[in-house]
């Protein structure tokens, strides 16, 4: 079964727009952690921001904030006031834990790819 | 400057022909893995090493050998590569209760002929 989800291949947006990038996990374990990544057409992994399964408020880093739901088991990443440097592929991804200790893992989407507009 | 170095950046083979994809990390992380990235599958990792001579099968590990002798080091070997093994390889290495998920190298864009 698909642990990771992301049902938007590809997404556009105005400059200076707000957007949301859909991620639903699948878990069994009460400890976890999530996490986005960007990679830009030159291809490294950029690490965006980090939420764990525990974490009462939602996260935030800059322009990127991290709408989680766990409930729904949905982890969307929210970018604000879009710029052209934005446009990239955005990965989704799941690292489960057990006893305070992280496995070895970490689950990704099949990544959704953001246009920014001018 | 903490990073993970993999090497080298582009490679064209030869089926068959035996080939290593060396990784070092500077931040004397315990665990490192590698990935590879095929269009519309995202990331898959292949194997990853929870400290030195512990590694373990991930997702896609069919053709493909790891070892870690040293904590900084995880090379990937491809004993006899094939073309389906043509993609984008990344490795990375985190700590073992980070909050940053993993740090990735610049990739490896393998091609297999």
């Known amino acids: 079964a698909q642990k990771i989800t992301q049902t938007q291949p590809g997404m556009f947006v105005q400059e200076k727009e707000a957007v949301t990038l859909d991620c639903t996990y699948d878990?069994?374990?009460?400890?976890?952690?999530l996490f986005w990544y960007k990679q830009p057409s030159s291809g490294e992994m950029i690490f965006l921001i980090y939420q764990g399964s525990y974490d009462e408020q939602n996260a935030t880093e800059g322009r990127y904030s991290l709408n989680f739901q766990k409930a729904r088991k949905s982890a969307n990443l929210v970018i604000s006031a879009s710029q052209l440097g934005d446009s990239a592929m955005y990965f989704c991804?799941?690292?489960?834990?057990?006893?305070?200790?992280?496995?070895?893992?970490?689950?990704f989407g099949q990544g959704t790819i953001l246009t920014v507009h001018p | 400057e903490a990073q993970v170095t993999q090497n080298p950046r582009y490679l064209i083979t030869v089926t068959g022909k035996k080939l290593t994809v060396t990784c070092s990390q500077n931040m004397n992380h315990e665990y490192m893995s590698w990935y590879r990235q095929d269009p519309g599958l995202g990331l898959r990792q292949i194997y990853y090493s929870m400290n030195v001579e512990v590694t373990d099968k991930g997702d896609v590990p069919e053709g493909y050998k790891v070892s870690r002798k040293e904590k900084r080091n995880f090379p990937l070997i491809l004993e006899s590569p094939s073309p389906n093994q043509t993609s984008l390889y990344f490795c990375?290495?985190?700590?073992?209760?980070?909050?940053?998920?993993?740090?990735f190298g610049s990739g490896t864009r393998l091609t297999v002929v």
């Open positions: 990375a290495s985190s700590s073992r209760t980070t909050t940053q998920g993993y740090t």
């Open positions: 991804a799941m690292r489960e834990s057990h006893g305070g200790t992280s496995y070895g893992k970490l689950t």
């Open positions: 878990t069994s374990d009460q400890s976890y952690g």
